[in-house]
């Protein structure tokens, strides 16, 4: 983690000085900045408590102070106005907004929720909620919170404008996330215009989320797999409009992320790394479950590695692999090595392998929503199954019939079952609510739910 300082001068050969605030070997993520840009705030599992805390640290110097214990994997701080709050998203459920002194003090729950920030007057807490589709407002000290109804869908968490009157979001036509841009949306009677009208926002910085504002503009990340870097996007904030192309603030090797401003923008907090990336890896077990043996990482590179199916019989895996390009679904040869590019879309499900390992099943979001594909695991034209019907959660009756969720606006769980491509049969809606994370247990009543 580091951060920079603007210093004036006539000379523009360098504008900013950086310094490295914290060098242990902990994941140290989501970093904030006080106002008055003399601390930060984060998230780090330095503990080794297996989760993550939030913690405090002077930017001149000193000790990191631990904020939180026993409060789950703790994320996204955000300092009050006058730097003596800090509020965050975490608890056993990851799911509760947490509200706690900046020097210490119990942390308390105010909302149900991710993603909060404090409003201009600390007054209000706006975040995003527990479906990720909302954003909401409650007061700081908690209490019933209010929607604030939005006309696109929301992409990303909000941030208040200066006003305390709007707030700055990502959405997109029904939730799908393409052709995501800015927008303002006024808390009191819900009237949204476009932060970007002119369309300064585009090519590699189209769709990127406002990330931190300052007095001189608001902060984005936006690069590729193998660089990502700081950006400052200038922007009227009493017009609520982008007024010019991105600045770049770093321009550097590795991947520069989560960027935050002091109030005065005369000070950055963002997390620094090497490279950025995830993989799959594989134990053995014994009959009884246990662990054998070191695990072993079977995938390698610089794209995130997710979500692994593997066969049946275990000679092959499908798993997604993502980059800040595309999402590549892809299948590995585990005695070979061999590792096939299956499919790829902009933004794609997980796989879900056959039990015959024969096909893999996935969605891509689409203007209509997710849309189930097939296609063989030897590679191929993947075929559509169904048009909005969701997630693949797994195959069942021997591959002849599929189990989704997420459908209709996740409200739905549902088989899909062939020949006739819109056959399907709804098994769950709840009255209110959305339907998530279905999973399928493997005895005979569960396994063929239709």
């Known amino acids: 983690m580091a951060y920079w300082r603007f210093r004036p001068g006539p000379a523009p050969v360098q504008l900013y000085t950086f310094q490295r605030l914290t060098s242990d070997t902990a994941s140290n993520l989501s970093p904030a900045i006080s106002p008055d840009g003399k601390l930060i705030a984060y998230s780090s599992d330095r503990a080794k408590s297996g989760a993550a805390d939030i913690w405090v640290q002077q930017i001149e110097g000193g000790q990191a102070v631990r904020l939180t214990t026993g409060l789950g994997l703790c994320h996204s701080p955000m300092f009050s106005p006058d730097g003596s709050r800090i509020v965050f998203h975490g608890g056993p459920d990851a799911q509760g907004v947490y509200v706690c002194a900046t020097f210490g003090g119990e942390p308390r729950r ?3 929720g991710r993603n909060p920030q404090f409003s201009p007057d600390g007054g209000q807490i706006a975040y995003m909620g527990t479906s990720n589709e909302t954003i909401l407002l409650v007061t700081a000290t908690g209490g019933t919170p209010r929607a604030v109804p939005l006309k696109h869908g929301l992409v990303s968490s909000p941030r208040w404008l200066p006003d305390g009157k709007r707030l700055l979001y990502l959405g997109a036509p029904g939730g799908a996330g393409r052709g995501s841009q800015w927008y303002i949306v006024n808390i009191d009677n819900a009237e949204e215009k476009p932060g970007d009208p002119d369309g300064f926002l585009r090519d590699g910085f189209a769709g990127v989320p406002p990330q931190s504002l300052s007095a001189d503009g608001i902060l984005v990340a936006s690069g ?14 009493e ?3 982008v007024t010019g192309a991105p600045v770049p603030v770093t321009m550097a090797p590795g991947l520069n992320f989560w960027p935050a401003s ?20 594989t134990m053995n077990l014994d009959p009884d479950g246990v662990a054998t043996g070191e695990p072993r990482r079977i995938t390698d590179g610089l794209v995130d590695h997710m979500s692994p199916s593997p066969a049946a019989d275990g000679k092959l895996l499908a798993y997604k692999a993502v980059s800040t390009r595309t999402q590549e679904i892809r299948v590995l040869n585990l005695a070979t090595g061999q590792d096939l590019k299956i499919a790829e879309a902009r933004d794609t499900t997980s796989p879900v392998m056959s039990p015959d390992s024969a096909q893999l099943a996935y969605s891509v979001r689409d203007k209509d929503g997710l849309s189930v594909f097939a296609v063989p695991v030897t590679g191929g034209v993947p075929r559509r199954l ?22 209709a606006n996740n409200t739905e769980i549902g088989v899909w079952m062939p020949p006739a491509e819109k056959r399907h049969r709804s098994c769950a809606r709840p009255m209110h609510g959305s339907t998530r994370h279905a999973f399928l247990r493997t005895d005979e009543y569960f396994r063929s739910p239709v």
């Open 110 to 112: 105010v909302a149900d």
């Open 224 to 237: 590729q797999t193998e660089s990502n870097n700081i950006y400052r996007v200038p922007f009227d904030m």
């Open 239 to 241: 017009k609520g409009r």
């Open 262 to 281: 002091s109030a005065d923008g005369s000070k950055i907090a963002f997390g620094s790394a090497a490279s950025f990336n995830t993989n799959v890896w």
């Open 386 to 407: 169904c048009a909005a019907c969701g997630r693949p959660v797994a195959w069942i009756e021997n591959g002849s019939k599929l189990l989704y969720d997420q459908a």
